[in-house]
């Protein structure tokens, strides 16, 4: 279903602004989705008549006015090909929610021009307007046999982009995330705007805390070097036959980078950012003290909490703990695996502890894993069915909480990734990652756990009263406590 005008003031209004080159597929990504129509090749009314419109979708159980436009309507700008640094300064300091770079994945041209100027030109203005990196004319692919090849000719223009490649422009450009759609066909038109929408729908704050998951801004190649010189007392080009001076993810904490071991392993090095431990100190000083300050003036308890928290976040800048807790995790999944998780259903990378150190962490490289939120990559790049992964997700973590005692607090989207079994890829293989912030859990913790689960359930409000006295929580005698609580945690 294509999205129709409307001017319902009612519903929530969100911005959506499509830049790209001219012939990059952006006007016929628009007219498609407003028209529904199949584009005619070389016609001129094909580009003009594409003023802003506005169309309803559903996000999130409600529906939110989108309001779709170029950042410049002039026909003189949409016949150049060039907006100008003018539009684009002025997206910075407009009301725009979203915006969608696009480039023909046919170009390689278009493609370089979307890092080179339009990258650059979004870093300067509009770095803090969320970004959808858009591949057009996604058609193309159906007609080129070599769309998976890594090489490409130097001077080719004509040349598939691969989705690799185009998934690493999405990183360096810090986007939310990479689509493709064709105008032609009609694929990936709504999912795009469907996208947009709960991009744009979302606090801005949020999106920067997403970046934190594995696009921070990273450390530089030097500093990367000098770590792991000052930890193993060689260079990476000692230690490794190939190291890859470009990081794979950025966290706040470390940094991840792709190497080849000289027995011929391909790892995943994590290096420590410099410095951490020391600012670490300082933030979570300030953080007890903030919490001390808020429980003071709101009345709330919360410093009970904020020492265990610190101790936590402290713990993740050893590694060696991190190690630890990986290599139990590990046998974990290898050797008590519940019947749901039968035939590695779950998997834990392997640890090259020689290699290891408080601030450097090598481990196997897991090769063409994506997020488990990233539905797109797990449908159309994966053929996996997506119910299915998130079933086994629940199970893998039911299994931490209720047969190891032993979970991962921090389950964050860049910790759960998703790849084809190694030995049927039909079937789908969860691989978690970073454990600094796994925790056991107690027995009786588990138990009560376990209980409060079953009293949700079985609407058993004393046994649920219960558990939460002996959690510190009193939920009254009247029971409208417990429900309120059950219905909030189911409802969640």
Known sequence: MYGGITSNASEPSKTMVIIGDVGSGRNSVMRRFRYGITPGPGTVAWLVDMDPFSTQIEVFGRRVSLRCCRPDDSIYSLQAGFCGKGPIAILGNSQVDAIVLTFDIGRLNSFRRAEFYWGKMLAIYCSHIPLILLGCKADKRQHNADCA???RTEGHEDEIITKDEAISLMK?????????CSALTGNGIHELFLHAARVAILPKPY??????FDAA?????????????????????????EFDPNPIGSASIAQVHRARLHTGEQVAVKVQRPDIRKHAKWDLLAFRILMRIY?????????FASQYISDQIELETHFDHERENTERIRNHVLTETPKHL???????????????????????????AVRMTDVDALEKRLGLDVNEVMNSVCEVFAAQVFKWGFVNADPHPS?????RHPSNPKKHQVVLIDHGLSIPLPPAFRYQYLTLWKSLFTN??????????AWGVDLGEDGFGAQMMGSAVLLQ
């Open 415 to 419: 910790n759960v990734l998703i790849r």
């Open 217 to 241: 801004e990273p450390v530089s190649l030097e500093a990367v070097r000098k770590v792991i010189h000052d930890e193993l007392g060689m260079w990476p080009e000692e230690i490794f036959a």
């Open 149 to 151: 090849s890594d090489s």
């Open 207 to 212: 999106h920067a805390l997403a970046q934190m």
């Open 342 to 368: 039968k035939g590695g259903v779950a998997y834990v990378p392997a640890i090259h502890s020689s290699l290891c150190t408080p601030r450097l962490l090598v481990m196997e490289y897991i090769e063409g």
């Open 172 to 180: 360096r450009l810090g986007a939310e995330t990479y689509l493709e």
């Open 460 to 469: 058993d409000t004393e046994q649920l009263k219960a558990v939460c006295k």
């Open 295 to 303: 429980e003071n003036v709101f009345d709330l308890p919360l410093t």
